[in-house]
């Protein structure tokens, strides 16, 4: 089983953005950045969580430190697809992402059924280690969407990514199930991200700030977890000086 390590130390810059704004910016963009090798790509994730929700709670709150815990594929899935058990941590505004791969009935079975982990590296010791940190740690959330990404031409460290068509379920945890989850962006809009290294090109800055596009706060899982509970999917357990997370704002940006 292969090992890969990715340690991000960027800055990442979240936005949303309409039809018509994706429309304009993406004919500006196609002069400093390519669309990379693997086009338009679906990505299906499941994450995990205890039953009370404690990671996603923790992360709404905006901690200095969060971490997260996740089930990786790309395209269609079945048993034999390469599968991706990843960490993604947040400190300090710096992303640490470390994942360990394997096929995709392998990983599952380690993380839903028990079974013996696919590796014995480092950081699938450090996957044993979150798993035993959060008592109870399961499946909570299906996040699927596609993905294009884009690479700057002539700073590679640039990176650009577009998803759509972002769906939450909880109906079937496993991404060998092909079902139709619940929409997290209205129609049309689009969530893109921008890594750097350092900082933006003045170029980028400038063309955002044309096109009224602003940062904003957002979590995939984060929303999908505020919808869930406004769906009455499950009772939030909260602290009472935290109930405000629950409110329109986080609706709208989580």
């Known amino acids: 089983m292969g090992e890969y390590i990715d340690v991000f130390k960027r800055t990442e810059i979240k936005y949303l953005l309409s039809e018509e704004q994706y429309t304009q910016l993406l004919s500006f963009l196609v002069n400093i950045a390519s669309v990379d090798e693997y086009g338009e790509t679906r990505i ?10 404690r990671l996603i709670r923790t992360s709404l709150e905006k901690p200095v430190y969060k971490e997260k815990l996740r089930l990786r594929t790309y395209g269609r899935t079945k048993d034999d697809t390469s599968a991706f058990i990843e960490i993604k941590k947040k400190y300090d505004g710096i992303v640490y992402k470390r994942r360990i791969g394997g096929t995709y009935k392998d990983a599952f079975d380690y993380l839903v059924n028990g079974a013996a982990p696919i590796d014995d590296s480092q950081i699938s010791r450090e996957i044993e280690g979150l798993i035993n ?48 989850g619940n929409p997290i962006l209205e129609k049309g809009q689009r969530m893109m991200e921008i890594k750097v290294a ?11 700030s044309e096109l009224n596009i602003f940062p904003a706060s957002f979590s995939k899982y984060g929303r999908g977890y505020i919808d869930m509970i406004s769906m009455n999917y499950v009772t939030p357990t909260v602290k009472t000086e935290n109930k405000a997370i629950f409110g329109k704002e986080v609706i709208a940006y989580a």
């Open 198 to 208: 350092n900082s933006m090109p003045m170029e980028l800055a400038a063309k955002l």
């Open 133 to 180: 940190m959060y008592e109870g740690l399961r499946p909570s959330m299906k996040i699927c969407y596609t993905r294009v990404a884009m690479v700057g031409k002539n700073d590679p460290e640039l990176r650009i990514t577009f998803d759509k068509n972002i769906e939450w379920s909880t109906d079937e945890m496993d991404l060998r199930s092909r079902e139709t």
């Open 44 to 53: 299906n994730n499941i994450y995990f969580d205890t039953p009370d929700y």
